[in-house]
Structure formats: C-alpha cells, structure tokens
C-alpha cells in the first residue's frame, strides 16, 4: 500500500521477532499480515467465543461475547487507520488479541484471579495477554508463544498509555522483548485503544436493552445519546421506536468515528511528527476524541456503569463468577494433582510460579468449561438464573 503516512508503521521496518525464524513460503504476507492470521488461527483467540463481554455465560444466542466484541474492534479499527494512513494490519492485529488475557467471566473473574494471586504479584489481563501469546500458546516445535513482532508486541503492552510500574507479567515481557513501556505506542495501537472504547461503549448499550436491562427512556438520560436519538428520530419520524435502537447504536458509533478522526488529523499535524520515531517521542496521545466529544463519552460510561454494569442481576451472576475462580484457584493451588496431565507435568517446584501457572491454566477456561471443572474439583454450586 503506498498510501501510508510517513507515521505510519512499516513492515518493511519492523524491530523483528523474539526467535529467527527460517523462511518458508506460506504466502504473500508482510510481517503484521502474519502476526494478524497467528493471533486468528491461535487457541486462545477461537476460546474467546465461549468468553463473557458484559452477560456471563449468556444463555441467549444475540449477546456479544469476547470474540465477536474483538471482531467488531477491528472493523472500526481498520475503518479509522484507513482514513488516517495508518497501518491497517498492524491495528486489526492489535485489535483482534487485546482480550486474548481476559480469565473466564470478564471483569468478575479477573477479580478473584487478582485477589488469589495477591502473594504472588496478583493478575491483570493485559499483562496475561502478553503472557499467553510469548509463553502459553506452543503452535511451533522450537519456541514458545506465537513468535509475533516487536510492534504488535509493544502496542499491546501499552496500546492504552505508558506504563511506569508494570506489574510483574509485564514486567516480564519487557524483559524479554524490550517494549520501551515509559513511551506512548504507534498509532495503530492508540487507534486500537479507543476503536475498543467506541465498540464497547455502543454495543453494551444493544445488549443492555436486549437483555431488558436498559430501555430506551433510561439511556436517553445520557446527553450524547439524547442528541443520537434526535437524529436519527428527525430521519426517520415514522418509524416506531423500538425499531430505531439498531439505527441509534450505528449513528453514535458514526459520530464517534469521525470525531476521532477529525481530532486525531488535527494532533498530528499539531505534533508536527513525520515518523513513528516521532510519534512514540511525542509525549502525548495522538489519536483521541474532541474535548466535548470525551467528556461526552465519559459521562455515557458513567451510566453505563451505574445502570448496567452495576446492576442488581449484573452483580449477582459477577458474585457468583467470583465464587468459580476463587473456588478454582483453592482446589488446584491446595492439590495440584487435579490439574489436567499437560499441566500436571509442568508444574513447577516453588512459588510464585506455582500459583502463576494454576492461575494460567484457569486464565484460558471459557466460562462454561470453569463451570464444569468447578464442580468436578469443588462441588455443586447455585448458579443465577440465565447464568
């Protein structure tokens, strides 16, 4: 593609990969071509159809899961690295694994996970995302990890902002690959980044009125959803209402695009950058929203967390998911021999590594599967309703 920006990242220019590989013709792919078909075609990334989003374990075929919130991330990634003359495989790359480390049950399991681990330096998901792709997934005979390149590396390692004290996971891939964490990343990972918030922040709100938990009245609080519902009412004034929530969802997202675009055009060119050198030297954030728009999105976030994400059944199913993982951790950590054969004989001999690699093994369960072990290793338990 010759269209790029000269700040956009180059294949041709890559920082390389952990292990040199030996050339093999397996198709006319650049290096971030390639990094994007290993994170699709790894173990991790097919286990996240079985992974909550927002409902936990959903009973209902509708709701999004990890996978198809990922999916939805890189189309809206690839749609604004397109406009702005980015890499487009590097951002879908980016896109596509950064809820690779989420454990089972979303935000509930990670929770317990992080409470379980606490005297072994705790868990968060990105740096397990770093963790599963360099270490845990074994696709090729002769290293560990999928093998990726130093920039889809650093951009999932800090695709949200520079990071001053990784916690140690992270620690441990920087170590390993060098990913320059107290710098911002490229802007294909910035574009990631906030391509994750404008799914999110949209599609939680369809699932949240597919579920009965929202309604329209209820979300039209929100001023920048009160401004969505004007528009798309003014276009279509004959149409009932609940025919119009799809259409609100596409226009909020729409709006959300071009202001990040639009704003995004204007830091670059206020940056004065004219490499990624020069982007990853630049302080600051170069991808974002407007002022009005971010403080417009925040105050959505708000509601959302208080009216959907905090909601009595919400909680309820979270408790209970905080119950699988916490009761997971305990029986493996207390006998180490109900851990399946593979991971039996990789165990290692002291902690912290003991606790860090039950804490893997339960990291990479879908929900129904930590369900299932549950209650072959802790015994029965009382699940919600729709759970």
């Not at 990242?9 to 650049?30: F, I, Q, T, Y």
């Not at 009160?226 to 259409?247: K, S």
């Not at 905090?310 to 207390?334: E, K, N, T």
Request: hydrophobic content about 40%; proline content about 6%.
């Amino acid at each position: 593609m010759n269209d790029r920006a000269p700040w956009a990242s180059d294949p041709a220019r890559s920082h390389g990969r952990l292990h040199a590989e030996e050339s093999a013709d397996r198709g006319p792919r650049d290096a971030f071509q390639r990094d994007r078909d290993r994170i699709i075609h790894s173990i991790s990334f097919r286990r996240l159809r079985h992974k909550t989003q927002v409902f936990l374990a959903p009973d209902g075929d509708h709701f999004r899961v990890r996978l198809t919130h990922s999916l939805e991330v890189a189309q809206i990634g690839r749609t604004i690295a397109r406009v702005l003359g980015l890499n487009e495989d590097l951002t879908e790359a980016l896109c596509l694994a950064h809820d690779i480390g989420h454990p089972p049950f979303g935000h509930a399991g990670e929770d317990a996970l992080r409470q379980a681990m606490g005297s072994a330096g705790g868990f968060d998901h990105n740096g397990h995302t770093l963790r599963t792709l360099m270490r845990i997934e074994r696709p090729y005979p002769r290293w560990p990890g999928l093998n990726l390149t130093w920039e889809t590396l650093e951009g999932l390692a800090k695709h949200n902002g520079p990071i001053a004290a990784p916690a140690w996971a992270l620690a441990e891939a920087d170590r390993e690959a060098g990913l320059e964490l107290t710098s911002h990343a490229s802007l294909e990972a910035q574009v990631a980044a906030l391509a994750d918030d404008i799914a999110y922040d949209n599609h939680d709100i369809d699932d949240g009125l597919r579920a009965g938990l929202l309604t329209l009245e209820q979300i039209g609080e929100v001023p920048l959803v009160a401004d969505g519902w004007r528009r798309v009412t003014a276009r279509f004034p004959d149409v009932a209402a609940d025919r119009l929530a799809g259409e609100l969802i596409r226009s909020q997202i729409g709006a959300m695009v071009n202001d990040l675009i639009a704003e995004s055009r204007t830091r670059i060119a206020a940056a004065g950058v004219a490499s990624v050198e020069d982007v990853r030297a630049a302080g600051t954030p170069l991808i974002g929203f407007s002022p009005g728009m971010a403080a417009a999105e925040r105050a959505l976030k708000r509601f959302m967390y208080a009216n959907l994400y905090h909601h009595p059944r919400q909680l309820a199913a979270a408790g209970a998911a905080h119950r699988v993982v916490a009761g997971l951790f305990a029986a493996y950590h207390s006998d180490p021999g109900l851990l399946p054969e593979e991971w039996r004989l990789r165990l290692p001999e002291a902690e912290p590594e003991v606790s860090r690699h039950i804490a893997d093994f339960i990291a990479g369960m879908t929900d129904r599967y930590a369900v299932s072990r549950y209650r072959e290793t802790a015994g029965p338990i009382d699940l919600p309703e729709g759970f």
